[in-house]
């Protein structure tokens, strides 16, 4: 039985957790996957008949976690590492190399921010040929999340999404709005992901501020930024007006909630959650920086987030109907991804 080991920055329900945990195939490879950041308890728990092992080092003592590291896979004897560091996965590439690891598998799972200043964008050179120095293959969530950590061909095995889950539904919608309290005349503005820089939060902040009182925003999920969200909401006042709902398992309940969604992230390897929004009827605004792979229907538009009357504009054209939505193919389809996603290791 073949050894791999993945290596990610942490367990927090993101796109890089939902790859792992739908498509490893733990009854026919030994797998261990490594994380270098505090995580989310529950859902480390998901990962049953997975070893799981937390790196003493993250990357900001990148000498530290390669000398662990190091010693780590002279002891295990792994046949195969998969890395999901996006251009840190140099480190571990190399390091496999010197370790005498055959196939070393780099995964691409997002976009770095372009904004980098000059010494920043000339690490981010130096890391990227590392990885195609050491990368016997390269993967990517998308083509362009691809086309921007590697220069040669590479493999596209997108994030599973079983697009009828998160279909709308009229029961779900009145039992997410009584509990937070939503009147019917209220627009509720939504957005999921992870509370960081990349997902761009303060500007929906700024476009609530200019919006009437009838329109609230839910944010799905969480983050290190959400004691300074919660701040600057009590300081412009906007705090009545946003509801944070956590992290959430099952979020269809809560997009169909929901009558406008807003997603400007500066970056994304891809924008799962945008795929979800669509398949739930959702009309969906995008920042025009995202992959137009994520347009699976014509409820979505892509505006520039250096706008914000174009993003105010659009919002108050918006009206909340709901349509069933059917898709003939599905390219995120979790069966034949996971096929893909383990043909990486024969």
Aim: net charge positive; proline share 3%.
């Amino acid at each position: 039985m073949k050894k791999i080991l993945h290596i990610i920055y942490g367990f927090h329900n993101g796109g890089v957790e939902k790859v792992l945990l739908h498509y490893i195939d733990a009854e026919n490879y030994d797998v261990t996957i490594m994380y270098l950041n505090p995580s989310d308890d529950k859902c480390i728990r998901k990962f049953q008949n997975i070893k799981i092992v937390k790196s003493p080092y993250n990357l900001t003592h990148k000498y530290k976690f390669y000398r662990y590291l190091s010693t780590y896979l002279r002891k295990n004897h792994f046949d195969v590492i998969h890395t999901h560091l996006n251009k840190y996965n140099y480190i571990p590439l190399k390091c496999a190399y010197k370790n005498h690891i055959d196939v070393r598998i780099s995964h691409c799972h997002g976009i770095d921010n372009v904004t980098a200043n000059i010494i920043k964008k000339f690490y981010r050179i130096f890391f990227k040929n590392g990885v195609e120095k050491y990368a016997t293959i390269k993967v990517s969530c998308s083509k362009s999340a691809g086309q921007d950590l590697y220069k040669g061909k590479f493999r596209i095995i997108y994030n599973p999404i079983d697009l009828k889950t998160y279909q709308f539904d009229v029961l779900k919608r009145e039992c997410v709005r009584e509990k937070y309290g939503i009147k019917k005349e209220q627009v509720v503005l939504g957005t999921v992901g992870r509370f960081s820089y990349l997902k761009n939060h303060y500007f929906l902040f700024q476009l609530l501020n200019r919006l009437d009182d009838k329109y609230i925003l839910m944010m799905v999920g969480d983050g290190e930024l959400r004691e300074d969200y919660q701040k600057y909401l009590k300081e412009h006042k906007l705090e009545h007006r946003v509801i944070f709902t956590g992290v959430i398992d099952d979020i269809a309940p809560y997009l169909s909630a929901m009558d406008i969604f807003l997603f400007p992230s500066i970056t994304e390897g891809f924008g799962i959650s945008l795929i979800e929004s669509q398949a739930n009827g959702l009309y969906t605004l995008a920042s025009s920086t995202l992959p137009r792979e994520t347009k699976i229907s014509d409820k979505i538009v892509y505006l520039p987030i250096d706008c914000e009357k174009v993003w105010l504009n659009t919002i108050k054209k918006k009206k909340a109907i709901r349509e069933t939505q059917k898709f003939a193919n599905n390219p995120f389809d979790v069966d034949h991804n996971r096929k893909l996603f383990n043909q990486l290791y024969q």
